[in-house]
């Protein structure tokens, strides 16, 4: 499904249009190339006085081959840079805020296309005072705001870091840091990322970061769940991709292209739990991460709503998770390292007309990494979401041309995201070295208005 709109815009004809009736203007936005520069260009690296993280990061960002500029330079109307990257743990009162003015006012100009911001804070249940948590909440404001404001398919992002931490915390800044400045987080914006104590391992290659790793996907043979097994088999996992068998096709032509294997089952059937467990003991003896990506809509107004479509959306979009989570769990099949990584939506935060029955199973995975995560933790699983914006798939082709528009440009980055960018989040959780993110809730959803 092309967005006929975002390509006019790039040509002279639609660039003037847009300039002279002020028009929405998508930007082309950068993304992962493997072996490419994981920032293409300089990275400023700020600090508020006494800021924990800026010394670690700079590490963390000079390993990795990234330029970093002198923080010590003063503002000039010329420099740009790839990233700024702010450390404002520091910051334990209100009146030391004035600190992100001086750093980002002068620099607000000073970011390259598709560039990133990432602010780097406590989070304020863990933070030493009232004041302190305070002032590290407010960081949430500048953050949003910022992502709004920048244009030009800049995003950004506040990540919160557990103080003193284990010895998983830095590995998964680490990953987080290079998810969040490379271009697989091209369609994430706005997001508060929470960085947690869990076991990480850190990758012999961070071009591989799923080496070896067993995924199974389901919902594999269309739309985010193929490009799913594509992004996870090019980031080194043997990937085990699951759908109906009426997709057997479809789904025989993604694990070609692959490598990987395939798996006609309904989730729905009794015994899909069982059969599922058997084949994975059977073929790998164990899984390392789960993707539980199928879903379905059936969409009418709760009046007008028959039970079928209710029972058949929770059943497949909540319940079947659930089913299979305990059955993997029970037979030990998720080892410690293990990730699960579930699909909710943004009609699951916002609620949407004509999808209560959606909204809902969608809302009850919310529920599930919230009340689950904890609990796996002590397993050394972690367990996320992420939910998905408005994302170019048949899905939302089949939209009405007015809500389809409206879908594709209310958001910070004026356009739909495509497949590939929700798959390269769920990627970046499942990493062995992301453990540490666990319990969180990830919009790829380009910062979209609806449900902020
Ligand atoms: P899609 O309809 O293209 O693909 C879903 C896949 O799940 C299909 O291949 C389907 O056969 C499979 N599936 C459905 N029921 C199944 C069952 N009982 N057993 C096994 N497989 C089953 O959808 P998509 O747009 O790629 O969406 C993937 C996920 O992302 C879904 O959970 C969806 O709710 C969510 N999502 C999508 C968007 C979007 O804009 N496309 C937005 C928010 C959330």
Not at 80 to 95: E, H, P, Q
Not at 124 to 151: D, V
Not at 192 to 208: K, L, M, Q
Not at 404 to 432: F, Y
């Amino acid at each position: 499904m092309t967005d006929r709109y975002a390509s006019f815009v790039q040509t002279g004809a639609g660039r003037a249009l847009v300039k002279r009736l002020g028009l929405p203007d998508p930007p082309r936005l950068r993304r992962h190339t493997p072996g490419g520069p994981l920032a293409p260009g300089p990275v400023l690296l700020g600090s508020a006085t006494g800021g924990r993280l800026a010394e670690p990061v700079g590490k963390i960002l000079t390993a990795a081959g990234v330029e970093l500029a002198d923080p010590a330079a003063a503002p000039d109307a010329t420099s740009r840079f790839a990233a700024l990257v702010y450390d404002a743990t520091g910051i334990t009162d209100s009146t030391e805020l004035r600190q992100l003015y001086d750093f980002f006012h002068p620099r607000a100009r000073a970011v390259l296309p598709s560039g990133r911001v990432v602010v780097l804070g406590t989070p304020p249940a863990e933070c030493g005072s009232p004041r302190e948590a305070t002032a590290q909440r407010a960081l949430e404001g500048l953050t949003r705001s910022i992502g709004k404001e920048f244009g030009r398919g800049v995003t950004a992002q506040l990540v919160y870091v557990t103080p003193g931490g284990d010895a998983g915390t830095p590995v998964s800044l680490e990953a987080t840091l290079r998810f969040l400045l490379s271009g697989r987080s091209a369609y994430v914006s706005g997001q508060v990322i929470r960085v947690g104590t869990g076991t990480a391992t850190v990758p012999a290659d961070w071009d591989r970061p799923l080496d070896g790793q067993v995924v199974l996907v389901t919902g594999a043979a269309r739309g985010i769940g193929a490009a799913l097994a594509g992004v996870l088999a090019r980031d080194g996992a043997r990937v085990v991709a699951l759908d109906v068998p009426d997709a057997g096709d479809a789904l025989a032509a993604v694990t070609n292209e692959i490598g990987g294997s395939a798996v006609q089952l309904d989730l729905t059937a009794p015994d899909a739990p069982t059969r599922l467990a058997e084949h994975l003991a059977g073929r790998h003896g164990r899984v390392d991460v789960v993707v539980h990506n199928a879903g379905i809509t059936r969409d009418r107004t709760l009046g007008r709503m028959d039970a079928d479509r209710w029972d058949s959306v929770i059943d497949v979009n909540l319940s079947s998770q659930e089913r299979i989570n305990d059955v993997l769990l029970e037979r030990d099949l998720i080892p410690a390292g293990g990730r699960i990584v579930s699909v909710s939506s943004i009609a699951g935060i916002a609620g949407n007309r004509g999808q209560t029955n959606y909204a809902t199973s969608k809302a009850g995975v919310i529920g599930l990494v919230d009340s689950l995560a904890p609990v796996l933790g002590g397993r050394g699983i972690s367990l996320n979401a992420v939910a998905p914006g408005f994302i170019e798939t048949r899905l939302t082709a089949r939209m009405p041309l007015v809500l389809r528009e409206a879908g594709r440009r209310m958001n910070s980055l004026a356009q739909g995201g495509l497949p590939v960018d929700v798959a390269e989040t769920i990627g970046w959780l499942a990493w062995p070295a992301t453990g540490a993110v666990s319990g969180n809730l990830i919009r790829v959803c380009g910062q979209s208005l609806l449900g902020a």
